[in-house]
């Protein structure tokens, strides 16, 4: 059986999460003081003056000065959750009111529902003024803001309740496997979430999102047209053209492929027609088709599967090992703390695969635009979308090699465009 390095799973746990916090803040300092000696890029000295410089670095400063609070904040919380043992007094709590309704404690799955809904109540309380600042005073000062506190409490209310319809029977049906299968469990609790996972990819952008957003199909014109031709050109059976009215709660901009099948759809924020012409939107969806073109939508599937067999598997070694929860101030080895108490445990080899998926993910990225500049022959036009997305969202400019490794599952603006201009480049030798 695995053994704690420093005596005790809490300990170890309260290490790693250190350690990581740490590490983590070490990079983003140097991420901030790139952000404050930043100067307009070569690559950029068309688009940007320094009026935009200055609204961006202002915006880039604040949300990192923001996020060294946060972070040291949800530290701080996460440790002293543990050294007080919160979560066994939520787990005595949730167990109090389970009796108060006339049940007993045998009724694991009930208890532990009650359980995970007292100690996310507990984190939203916790998080809320931080989510609040955020959309209410940093986005709102750079004028990205547009949700009004009604919009907002709205926005949540019906979070909520579909975390209550969805989440609440998942959960249930999670641990049942559990409770029935035996020691291959996790074989058939993989199986169970592989289909969760595939339901979600129709379910979601099908029927939850309609529910916090307006689906509009893109009008009759000269953009759809471009769009419907590049999707032929590639045999991307498109069937559906919409947009999606993004900016009723902030001015950010993007742009997106779903369906399973033959069945495609592509969706475009309001806020991105405004931000770009017509050949630049294509060249974006462009590189959107190059992901669907290679797969890499199946791809990342197919390495979340393998990442997620094996959690299940080694959370299966540990899920009866008792000193795991006597350490952590458990008197009971309910199997929903156990899965809880094992997510800390692994959350060191989490933040490495983490990382690892952020390596794979920026070569992907590479090869979509890749597609866009070669296949499509739109490299010119997607530089130029980039670059507009990139300043009229306030993004970082020039990114620390080590914190961009670390952090990002995008190359960097500069690097994509140097990549885009090298592909253009290799293409008029060709020609000649």
Known sequence: ????????????????????????????????????????????????????????????????????????????????????????????????????????????????LIFIGLFKVFNDIINLPQDLYNTFVIESRHGFNNTTLKLYIIDEIKSNLLLIAFGGPLISIFLKIIQKTGDKFYVYVWIFMAIVQLLALIIYPNFIQPLFNKFTPLEEGELKTQIEEIAKSVNYPLKKLFVVDNSKRNSHSNAYLFGLGKNKRIVLYDTLLKQVNNEEICSILGHELGHWYYSHNIRLLFLGEIQSFVIFYIFSCVINYTPLYQSFGFVEQPILVGFLLFSFIFSPVDSLLEFIMNVITRGLERQADSFAAVNLKRGEQLITGLIKIHTENLSTLIVDPLYSAWNYSHPPLLERIDHIKKLQEGMNKKKE
């Open 1 to 112: 059986m695995f053994l704690p390095l420093t005596g005790s799973w809490k300990n170890d746990v309260i290490t790693f999460i250190t350690i990581i916090y740490c590490w983590e803040t070490y990079i983003k300092v140097r991420q901030y003081k790139k952000i404050c000696n930043t100067k307009i890029p070569k690559q950029l000295e068309t688009y940007v003056d320094e009026e935009k410089l200055a609204k961006t670095k202002a915006y880039q400063k604040d949300n990192y000065k923001f996020a060294f609070v946060t972070d040291a904040l949800d530290i701080i919380e996460t440790i002293l959750m543990f050294q007080y043992n919160l979560l066994p007094l939520f787990w005595g709590y949730s167990e109090k009111i389970l009796i108060k309704f006339g049940y007993s404690s045998e009724y694991e799955i009930l208890h532990s």
